[in-house]
Structures are given as C-alpha cells and as structure tokens.
C-alpha cells in the first residue's frame, strides 16, 4: 500500500460488520488492497443484497440477484489482480450472531474454495484432514479424545 491517507468508514453494532470507504480508484484499489479488505468488502455488498432479495419488490428481485452473481462470481473471475477475500476471515463470519451475515459469508466461502486450483485444494483438505479425521497419529485428535470418554464411561458403568 504506497498511500495511507484517511478515509471514511462503519462499523455496525456489536462490530458486526465493519466497512472502509477508500477513495475510489480506476485501478480497482479496493479489491486489490488485502484479502481482509476484499473480505468485508464483498461480505458486505452481498449481505446487503441478500437482505434486499427478502424484502425488496418484486420487480427489483433480478437486480438484487445480479448484482449477487456479479460480486460473488463474475468479479473474482474477471477482474485482472483481484485478490480472493481471506478464507480465515470469512470462515469467522461464518459464526456471526447476524444471519444474513452468516449466510452470506458461506455462499462466499464456498465461491472462494470453487475458485481453488485442484492443488490448492488438495492442500486445504489436507490440513483440515490432520486436524479432524480419526486415522491421525496425535494424541490430542478428536476421535482419540471420544474414545477415551467411551472407555471411560464404559469402567463407570462396569
């Protein structure tokens, strides 16, 4: 980032969603800057417009899913250097106490993981696959942990 000017922003109750306003840029500056940025930008456009298909006329529902399909889909695909909105980030928002957000953030989070290279993947579920499956060596793993509570509820039985 070469400038850091000031620039304007929200933050919506409880931290729920928080917004930048950078001066805009014909070099796409927003969805270049960082993957967080990238993040919350596209989480926010997409919670709104999800919002506004619920309650929106009916004769403004094909603008709301167009702009859906253009921030989720075709922007990421089309849009020379954008940077793909940080997985880590939105998996957090995938907890967040607002349903619109947490929904939003999935359909993004499973756009982000479409967009993968098949390595990249393969990489991801890897890692998750060390941390969560039954055939890990760790002792700390998830399954050896229930195992131990069912021998241990088994002897207090017994």
């Given at each position: 980032i070469i400038d850091l000017s000031l620039c304007y922003g929200y933050c919506g109750d409880f931290e729920s969603q928080t917004l930048l306003f950078p001066?805009?840029?014909?070099?796409?500056?927003?969805?270049?800057?960082?993957?967080?940025?990238?993040?919350?930008y596209m989480l926010a456009i997409n919670t709104i417009c999800t919002w506004l298909l619920h309650s929106a006329p009916t004769n403004k529902l094909p603008a709301c899913s167009k702009l859906i399909t253009y921030y989720g889909a075709q922007l990421p695909q089309s849009f020379n250097g954008f940077?793909?909105?940080?997985?880590?980030?939105?998996?957090?928002?995938?907890?967040?106490?607002?349903?619109?957000?947490?929904?939003?953030?999935?359909?993004?989070?499973?756009?982000?993981?479409?967009?993968?290279?098949?390595?990249?993947?393969?990489?991801?579920?890897?890692?998750?696959?060390k941390r969560f499956c039954a055939n890990n060596n760790n002792k700390y793993s998830y399954s050896h942990n229930l195992r131990n509570i069912d021998e241990i509820n088994s002897s207090s039985i017994s």
């Amino acid at each position: 980032i070469i400038d850091l000017s000031l620039c304007y922003g929200y933050c919506g109750d409880f931290e729920s969603q928080t917004l930048l306003f950078p001066i805009s840029s014909c070099f796409g500056g927003r969805w270049r800057i960082q993957p967080k940025v990238t993040a919350v930008y596209m989480l926010a456009i997409n919670t709104i417009c999800t919002w506004l298909l619920h309650s929106a006329p009916t004769n403004k529902l094909p603008a709301c899913s167009k702009l859906i399909t253009y921030y989720g889909a075709q922007l990421p695909q089309s849009f020379n250097g954008f940077v793909e909105p940080s997985r880590n980030s939105m998996a957090r928002y995938c907890l967040n106490s607002v349903s619109e957000i947490r929904d939003s953030s999935r359909m993004l989070l499973h756009g982000i993981v479409q967009r993968m290279t098949d390595p990249m993947r393969l990489s991801l579920i890897s890692k998750w696959k060390k941390r969560f499956c039954a055939n890990n060596n760790n002792k700390y793993s998830y399954s050896h942990n229930l195992r131990n509570i069912d021998e241990i509820n088994s002897s207090s039985i017994s």
